[in-house]
Structures are given as structure tokens and as C-alpha cells.
Nanobody, 117 residues
Framework: QVQLVESGGGLVQPGGSLSLSCIAS????????MSWYRQTPGKPRESVAQ???????NYSDSVKGRFTISRDPDKSTVQLQMNSLQLENTAVYYC???????????WGQGTKVTVSS
């Protein structure tokens, strides 16, 4: 069982920045991938960014060049640096990890990001 706890959400003005963090209950080297998703009411959860075990990264087209995903093995965290935030980035952001041994996907409880003037 993997526990994930996200933090860093909040209220930010358009054009501003936020940094989200997700701390895992085990070493990040236990995971094939670590990802950030987001969800708004009435819509399915969508992928935002992913970092693989070899540090390859993938981003949704809508956030490329503005968001950066990274991981810190010493802190067992995956971060999402979000710059130039837009109103449409308002959502609950979730991190997930896929366990290398079993392939099981684990989710955090989410952190809310509100972009508003």
C-alpha cells in the first residue's frame, strides 16, 4: 500500500505561479512512473504531466512550456511547478504513482488550485 499526500494548492492570480508537491510513503525508485492529473467538476480526470523511472517526462499540450514535473528521491516527492497560470488551470490536482512490482496505480487525495483575479 502506498500513501500519497499532495500539498501546495491555493488561490493564485492569472499569470502567477504555484508549486505542488506530492510525498510518497516509499522510495520513488519503487515506481515506474509518477504523474499529475487534474479534474474539474463534471469532467473526467485528465493527465497533466508524467515522469518515468528514467526521468523522461511527458506533458499535455496545454501545459507544455509552462509546467515542469520533477522528482526528488531524497524527499520521496514529485513536484509540479506551474508558471503562467491561466483561469482554465483551476482544478483539483492529483498525483499518482504506478508501483513497479505490481503495476498497481495509487492516487493521492488531491489539492485544489484556483486561478482567479
Amino acid at each position: 500500500q502506498v500513501q500519497l499526500v499532495e500539498s501546495g494548492g491555493g488561490l493564485v492570480q492569472p499569470g502567477g505561479s504555484l508549486s505542488l508537491s506530492c510525498i510518497a510513503s516509499m522510495s520513488i525508485f519503487s515506481f515506474n512512473s509518477m504523474s499529475w492529473y487534474r479534474q474539474t467538476p463534471g469532467k473526467p480526470r485528465e493527465s497533466v504531466a508524467q515522469i518515468m523511472s528514467g526521468d523522461d517526462t511527458n506533458y499535455s499540450d496545454s501545459v507544455k512550456g509552462r509546467f515542469t514535473i520533477s522528482r526528488d528521491p531524497d524527499k520521496s516527492t514529485v513536484q509540479l511547478q506551474m508558471n503562467s497560470l491561466q483561469l482554465e488551470n483551476t482544478a483539483v490536482y492529483y498525483c499518482n504513482v504506478r508501483l513497479r512490482e505490481s503495476g498497481i496505480l495509487y492516487w493521492g487525495q488531491g489539492t485544489k488550485v484556483t486561478v482567479s483575479s
